[in-house]
């Protein structure tokens, strides 16, 4: 194998010999381009590879650029979102703080509003009691007073209590308006009617009369104190008056006489004959008679006053002048109180009287 090698040694120039012809034989420009060819080809894709990296470090700038600005908006947003995480938490804080104070001021209000609600409720059952209260006293108090009016319209006999009580009765009730008491209204209302049509006797008048007549008893004149009358007037004025003094002693002497020496008709002897203590004790039961007379118009018992007044206008007629302008005054007080004593009783309230009881029982 080494004596073939050297041979293919010696070959290869000869090979390269025979070939330098045949290139030479070849046309020389086209081994001449051919390198050309190739550095020329090249030349685009460096350029392209250059401008590739150009635009790669460009854009990696500008990426770093907007990576570096990112980087800071992210560390502000970061800086921003911390400090608005520290203000959120002290917000939310403070809200938690609020939420409780709230919590506790509402607790604290609804105990105080169920409190009032409770008051409330009080307040009204008291309220509703006080009204109900209200209207038992008002129907007590007019029963009371209604009462009372009748006694005192017993008493004195007059109506005019009554009346007053009911006008009274009236006006409270018209203040205080409730449903259960129209009824007792319109009773009281029937029951002024009644009482102003009523006929009775006028007491207090009689009273009065009554009270004249005692006053005027101790002035009265009786008969055995009346004075004589003497010469009439005008003979006394047409008589001539003496001139002489033993005329006019003889006249003063006549003038005595007819003082001491009286002669009258006497149709009464035991009223003539009364002595003065004797006038004193019958002025006393002059006054006597009267005062039983003004008790009995008080107690209503009308045939014990008629026979007490009857009694006294006899003594009137009896033992005291006639003539008397004092005892014609007298006379005609006793006749007048005698004409208006009257049967006729008291009207009763006897419709109110069962209104206030209906009244009563339906509280």
Do not use: C
Not at 15 to 41: F, K, N, W
Not at 93 to 99: R, T
Not at 159 to 185: D, F, K, M, W, Y
């Amino acid at each position: 194998m080494n004596a073939e090698l050297p041979p293919t040694d010696a070959a290869a120039p000869a090979t390269a010999s025979t070939a330098a012809p045949a290139a030479a034989a070849t046309p020389a420009p086209a081994a001449t381009h051919a390198p050309a060819t190739r550095s020329s080809g090249f030349q685009p894709l460096v350029w392209i590879v250059g401008a590739v990296a150009v635009a790669g470090l460009a854009g990696s700038g500008l990426l770093w650029q907007k990576l570096s600005t990112i980087q800071e908006q992210l560390a502000r947003q970061s800086g921003d979102a911390g400090t608005k995480s520290i203000e959120a938490h002290t917000i939310a804080k403070q809200a938690q703080d609020l939420a409780r104070d709230t919590a506790s001021r509402v607790a604290v209000a609804e105990s105080r509003l169920s409190e009032a609600m409770l008051q409330r409720a009080q307040i009204d059952d008291l309220v509703q009691g006080l009204t109900r209260s209200q209207d038992e006293n008002l129907v007590v108090d007019l029963e009371s007073s209604l009462r009372l009016a009748l006694q005192q319209a017993q008493v004195t006999g007059s109506v005019e209590p009554l009346l007053a009580a009911l006008a009274s009765a009236n006006e409270r009730i018209t203040r205080t308006p409730h449903p259960r008491l129209a009824g007792l209204q319109r009773a009281m209302t029937h029951d002024v009617d009644r009482i102003k049509a009523a006929n009775v006797v006028d007491t207090p008048g009689l009273l009065a009369r009554l009270d004249d007549l005692l006053r005027q008893v101790d002035d009265l004149p009786t008969l055995n104190t009346a004075q004589f009358p003497g010469a009439p007037a005008a003979l006394q004025a047409a008589a001539p008056v003496p001139s002489e003094w033993w005329q006019r002693w003889l006249g003063s002497i006549a003038e005595e006489a007819r003082k001491l020496v009286r002669v009258s008709r006497v149709d009464q002897p035991e009223a003539a004959l009364l002595s003065p203590e004797q006038t004193v004790f019958l002025r006393e039961n002059l006054k006597l008679r009267l005062l039983n007379a003004r008790l009995g118009l008080l107690a209503r018992q009308m045939e014990s006053v008629r026979s007490d007044l009857g009694a006294a206008t006899t003594m009137l007629n009896k033992y005291f002048d006639p003539a008397s302008r004092k005892t014609q005054i007298s006379a005609g007080l006793l006749l007048d109180v005698q004409s208006r004593l009257k049967t006729t009783e008291l009207p009763q309230l006897t419709e109110t009287l069962a209104a206030l009881s209906a009244a009563t029982a339906g509280q």
